[in-house]
């Protein structure tokens, strides 16, 4: 008996997992890479079809129709930036938080550039009514600021925020920067990012509370 193990096939049932997450991952894909090259409208499910290799048919099934992959695709990208900003974050409170946050989103620039564009041409199209995936983009934003809003909470519980800063009135503000920022980027892509990144981490000294006067 020859002393090699024989390979042993996975199951079939991991085999099926791993094909269908592998059709997923092609099918988002083609779908971020259109948004960005073609925009919404030129989006379509037979050019996911086209630019993924699958059918039309695979590809309606798995997301339904253009709304229900406009939404897909928001969702899946957002995971993505919450999983990486909480991979950033970690426990850090406060002003560190939030710097962190900021460090988060200048990763995700370098690392996912196209995902990006993809998430944001969602996100600013989402102001138009008849958007059906407005209700998705307003989820995440709601999410966003509510976790930058516990930040500033727990830094100041903790004393290194100052306590009369209104926590959710500054929360919308930093996310409004870090939106203006991102904007800034998509209309230029030659603009300084990490000079102005470095600017907006400098302007966090005002959310810091003033060290005690020393004793005497």
Aim: hydrophobic share 45%.
């Amino acid at each position: 008996m020859s002393g090699e193990t024989a390979a042993i096939a996975p199951p079939p049932r991991r085999r099926q997992e791993d094909r269908s997450a592998r059709s997923e991952r092609l099918l988002m894909e083609a779908a971020v890479e259109l948004l960005v090259s073609r925009g919404i409208d030129g989006t379509t499910l037979n050019a996911i079809a086209e630019g993924s290799g699958y059918s039309r048919g695979l590809v309606t099934h798995r997301f339904g129709s253009k709304a229900g992959l406009l939404s897909s695709v928001h969702d899946t990208v957002a995971q993505r930036w919450i999983a990486h900003v909480s991979g950033r974050v970690g426990d850090a409170v406060g002003v560190e938080a939030l710097r962190q946050l900021a460090d988060a989103l200048l990763g995700f620039i370098a690392e996912s550039p196209q995902e990006l564009r993809a998430l944001y041409l969602l996100r600013y199209t989402s102001i138009d009514a008849g958007a059906e995936f407005r209700a998705n983009v307003a989820k995440v934003n709601r999410a966003q600021r509510r976790d930058v809003e516990r930040w500033i909470e727990a830094g100041q519980n903790n004393g290194t925020i100052a306590p009369t800063l209104d926590a959710a009135l500054h929360a919308e503000m930093f996310c409004a920067l870090l939106d203006g920022l991102i904007y800034r980027w998509l209309v230029n892509p030659n603009i300084e990012i990490g000079n102005i990144h470095q600017l907006l981490k400098d302007q966090l000294v005002l959310f810091e509370a003033a060290a005690p006067a020393p004793a005497g």
